[in-house]
């Protein structure tokens, strides 16, 4: 009974952290495979940087958080992440840019997976 009751309690913990995401689609570029490493060594950028980059996956999601992007980078062994956020909620009487009321929602995340060319 006691084992029932733990595995239901494991159950419930962690089906909230995989039933979130939905939609997802990833596109790998490199034909090798790189080692894996730690989330918190994965930068996260919102634009790309100044160092010369290769890029080695997109990666997408919908109703995904950046840490999900982050982890996902990091299984394929990129040193960071290029997160943008699209999508989202709109109103129909406000078309342009920054002057939408909805223009800060969003329920997808697009990732570019990258390694630096000139790793200190």
């Keep these: 009974m006691k084992l029932k009751l733990v ?3 494991v159950a419930f913990a962690v ?3 995989v039933g979130c995401v939905s939609d997802e689609a990833n596109r790998y570029y490199l034909n090798h495979q790189l080692v894996p490493r730690d989330a918190k060594e994965v930068q996260v950028l919102s634009q790309a940087p100044q160092e010369d980059y ?3 996956a ?3 999601a919908k109703n995904a958080s950046v840490s999900y992007l982050r982890e996902r980078a990091a299984q394929i062994g990129a040193d960071a992440v ?3 956020p699209v999508g989202g909620n ?3 009487d406000e078309v342009w840019a ?3 009321r909805e223009s800060k929602s969003y329920d997808r995340l697009l990732g ?3 390694i630096y060319k000139d790793k200190k």
Excluded: E, N, R
């Design 7 to 9: 595995i239901l309690l």
């Design 15 to 17: 089906l909230p952290l």
């Design 54 to 56: 290769t890029v080695i």
């Design 58 to 60: 997109d990666l997408q």
């Design 82 to 84: 290029i997160v943008v």
């Design 90 to 92: 709109y109103s129909k």
């Design 98 to 100: 920054g002057k939408d």
């Design 112 to 114: 570019t997976a990258i």
